[in-house]
């Protein structure tokens, strides 16, 4: 019943617009760091490391938080439009299934993303000239990266279910990101969802989690999902439609 | 007879105002409910009440014989609804509005292609729905709310925005539903005629307040006939009425009796003639189910 109801909600983003947008933010991404590290070859001379702080840096501190809450609130925007939350609260499926599919959903979306991001980074760097192999790290940065995104969507979804605007929960993120990089300065990065995501990525420093900040990484971003997501489906069940 | 939905003082406030009163609704099975209210009078917010999508204030709700809160799944398993507007997604085909719900319901493909031959979509069942009229659009919410052939069928205002052929089309559909699948129908509507042609049951409702309940028979056996009577001089015959022991209000220049027979009517005649008042007119009125309404919603306003 609940793989139907996944696949109930996949059915709603067919023609939907929402997959260009999906495809146009990594590759600005990639673009702007790309082009930063072309231009700067000089100083960065780390190979794909240095590629990886250019293009992380606009999309891992940015374009990815920006790209949740836009998935998060198009969602959302289909179920406001028509009064379609009518349809979806009157279906035989318990209230919180309503929310984990949403959840998951994005999961699926943002998994695609970090995963075509990984592409265009390889590409990038074969053009670029990057002789070395690529490293492994950066499949983990790319798996923390999808797994910081879940605590970030569990907040936006919260938040676009409630307001009907689709650009307000996008400018929230917007200063979430801001007050992220701030906490991230000050060493308080573990307990602030948006600035987990730049620790999971590697965007600001690429040296490895040891394995405390690994357990800590995993530890916080689970205890932020269950929280927010416990939130959302407390609204849903109380809140008048 | 089976009681399929139950409600006992349901009421709800919004910032503090009543919106719902303390509402005892009993549908049974096999009804065609007609839950009538002028706009505002609390109908939606009673039958979202019922849907799960308004918490209410106060009170229980029994649908099935089943406590909803307790029963929320099941009941809405065996629930189709159409609340305010059609609710779709328009960037999707008519087709694949059912399939969404499809998925949701558990319900076959034979289901799907029957609910829209029920409605004549069939058709136009791959058009994006953005580019239905009005009416397809109510039409396919109707099918969305008729997908698995529930038990109970709830419609707000499901006529709202056809054309009078459109309007006729739903409602011969909506008398057909208890014979032909047994689905019990309640159905609210601002328009006493609509109430008038499909309901077996009515409910009035009016700030708040039920104020009406029973079949529609109850309601008609309040429509029952009066004697009007105009004479050249209704002072001199209210005294000689009064000494007659006769029971009757002024209305303008008539003289409004209740039950009068009509030996009763042929004695004042001649009582009136024998006492030189001239008798001009004797009429006898009946009420019209409007009449009935704008008595118990106190309200000499449109509907």
Redesign the interface.
């Known amino acids: 019943m609940f793989k139907k109801s996944i696949s109930a909600e996949w059915l709603k983003l067919r023609n939907s617009r929402i997959w260009l947008v999906l495809i146009t933010l990594p590759v600005i991404s990639i673009l702007l760091g790309s082009i930063n590290y072309y231009f700067n070859q000089g100083v960065l001379q780390n190979e794909w490391y240095s590629l990886w702080t250019q293009v992380s840096l606009f999309y891992g501190e940015f374009f990815l938080p920006i790209l949740i809450a836009i998935c998060c609130a198009y969602i959302c925007r289909l179920e406001h439009m028509n009064k379609n939350w009518n349809i979806v609260m009157t279906s035989p499926v318990p209230i919180r299934s309503v929310f984990t599919t949403k959840l998951i959903i994005i999961a699926i979306l943002i998994f695609i993303i970090q995963i075509f991001f990984l592409i265009l980074y390889f590409i990038v760097g074969k053009i670029l000239g990057l002789s070395s192999q690529i490293p492994s790290e950066t499949i983990g940065w790319i798996l923390r990266g999808w797994f910081a995104s879940l605590s970030i969507s569990a907040i936006q979804l919260r938040l676009s279910i409630q307001i009907k605007s689709f650009a307000a929960p996008i400018g929230i993120s917007l200063c979430c990101v801001f007050i992220g990089l701030g906490m991230y300065i000050m060493e308080f990065g573990m307990f602030f969802p948006y600035s987990l995501l730049s620790i999971g990525m590697g965007v600001l420093s690429q040296e490895g989690l040891t394995i405390v900040e690994n357990i800590q990484f995993f530890v916080m971003n689970i205890l932020f999902t269950i929280l927010f997501s416990s939130f959302a489906i407390y609204r849903l069940k109380t809140a008048d439609i | 007879m089976n009681t399929i939905v139950s409600t006992y003082n349901l009421s709800k406030y919004f910032n503090g105002i009543c919106r719902v009163n303390e509402v005892n609704l009993t549908v049974y099975e096999g009804d065609i409910y007609g839950f009538l209210g002028p706009n505002g009078a609390g109908k939606s917010t009673t039958l ?1 009440m019922l ?5 209410p204030t106060k009170g229980n709700m029994v649908i099935f014989s089943k406590n909803f809160n307790k029963n929320r ?2 009941i ?2 065996q ?1 189709g ?1 159409l ?10 085909t008519g087709l ?1 509005n059912m ?3 499809q ?4 319900v076959s493909n034979k289901k799907v292609q029957e609910a829209l031959h029920i409605v004549r979509l069939e058709k136009q069942q791959n058009k ?1 729905v953005k580019h239905y009229s009005l009416g397809m659009k109510q039409r396919l919410g109707i099918a ?1 709310a008729l997908i698995n052939f529930p038990k109970l069928l709830i419609l707000d205002e499901p006529t709202n925005g056809l054309d009078p052929n459109g309007i006729r089309e739903i409602r011969e559909l909506i008398k057909s539903l208890p014979q032909r699948y047994g689905i019990t129908v309640l159905i609210s509507t601002h328009l006493l005629s609509e109430i008038e042609q499909i309901a077996t049951s009515v409910g009035i409702i009016n700030d708040g307040n039920l104020l009406f309940q029973g079949s529609m028979e109850q309601l008609k056996a309040k429509n029952k006939a009066y004697i009007s009577i105009k004479t050249q001089d209704n002072n001199l015959a209210k005294k000689i009425l009064l000494t007659e022991g006769y029971k009757f209000k002024q209305n303008n220049d008539r003289l409004i009796f209740e039950d009068l027979t009509d030996s009763h009517i042929a004695y004042l005649n001649k009582l009136f003639i024998g006492q030189s008042i001239d008798v001009i007119r004797i009429e006898e009125h009946r009420k019209s189910l409007e009449d009935i309404f704008l008595e118990l919603t106190g309200k000499e306003r449109s509907l």
Do not use: A, D, F, V
């Not at chain 2, 609340?83 to 999707?92: G, K, R, T």
């Not at chain 2, 998925?103 to 558990?106: S, Y």
């Open positions: 979202k849907l799960g999508l308004i918490k799944q099941l809405l398993s629930t609804s609340i305010e507007s059609p609710s779709y997604y328009e960037h999707l694949e399939r969404i719900l998925r949701l319901r558990n994006l969305m």
